[in-house]
């Protein structure tokens, strides 16, 4: 299957900085981005949905200020937690669909996450 | 109620045994996706399907659509199989996947 990969694959910060959260499609053009993220022993929430060249667009709940989504290009997009606080720590996975034919219909494939602590 | 919903939530499993894992759903979808999930947390996709049944290896996935109702089996199970995991159902109209909450199995050898 096609490839996702994630940067950095774990990241320790201070309560009040700022982190940069990577997602690239490495064989692939992916026109749309997922960000997802899970606490310890729960499944995947969807926070956003990415597109490429246009806004994210943030589930209910997820504020846009504070999780900035941006993505640039048809194999990158980057999620920054702003001013991070303790409860931000979690697990953040990304995936991307192929932007071939089919559409909403190609699958989705994940990256390996990133570990989020904030201390 | 979750509208999916994954039984068992764990399963303990010797090695060799046959294992069943399965998922209920009550959106509308238009596809399955069955992944797996190891203790690093990396999720590597297993099958996607939206009809009939796949197979890969030890692996097979079914899927009935008018019961809205998908098994994962693992037939000849491993150690190396100890993983969660996890249906996700992607839905019609959104493209959105909603997610079971995982199925934690571990293999004894």
């Known amino acids: 299957g096609a490839v996702v990969s994630q940067h950095p694959s774990w990241v320790i910060c201070k309560s009040g900085t700022s982190v940069k959260i990577e997602c690239r499609s490495l064989?692939?053009?992916?026109?749309?981005m997922f960000w997802y993220r899970q606490f310890p022993k729960q499944s995947l929430m969807l926070m956003a949905t990415?597109?490429?060249?246009?806004?994210?667009?943030?589930e209910q709940g997820v504020e846009k200020d504070k999780f900035l989504i941006n993505h640039a290009s048809l194999t990158l997009s980057t999620l920054t937690v702003t001013s991070a606080h303790p409860e931000d720590s979690s697990f953040y996975i990304c995936?991307?669909?192929?932007?071939?034919?089919?559409?909403?219909?190609?699958?989705?494939?994940f990256g390996p996450g990133t570990r989020l602590t904030v201390l | 109620k979750n509208e999916v919903e994954q039984s068992p939530q764990n399963l303990t499993a010797q090695e060799g045994e046959f294992i069943t894992i399965n998922c209920s759903y009550s959106?509308?979808?238009?596809?399955l996706h069955w992944l797996q999930q190891h203790p690093g947390g990396g999720i590597v996709s297993l099958f996607m399907?939206?009809?009939g049944k796949k197979k890969h290896g030890r692996l097979i996935a079914t899927i009935n659509i008018q019961e809205k109702h998908s098994s994962l089996h693992i037939t000849a199970s491993h150690p190396r199989d100890s993983a969660v995991y996890i249906c996700?159902?992607?839905?019609?109209?959104?493209?959105?996947?909603?997610f079971g909450t995982g199925t934690r199995l571990k293999v004894l050898a």
């Open positions: 995936s991307a669909r192929d932007g071939g034919a089919g559409g909403p219909y190609n699958e989705q494939f």
């Open positions: 064989d692939f053009q992916a026109t749309t």
């Open positions: 990415s597109n490429e060249g246009s806004k994210a667009t943030y």
């Open positions: 959106v509308g979808i238009s596809a």
């Open positions: 399907l939206s009809s």
């Open positions: 996700a159902a992607l839905t019609s109209g959104t493209y959105k996947y909603i």
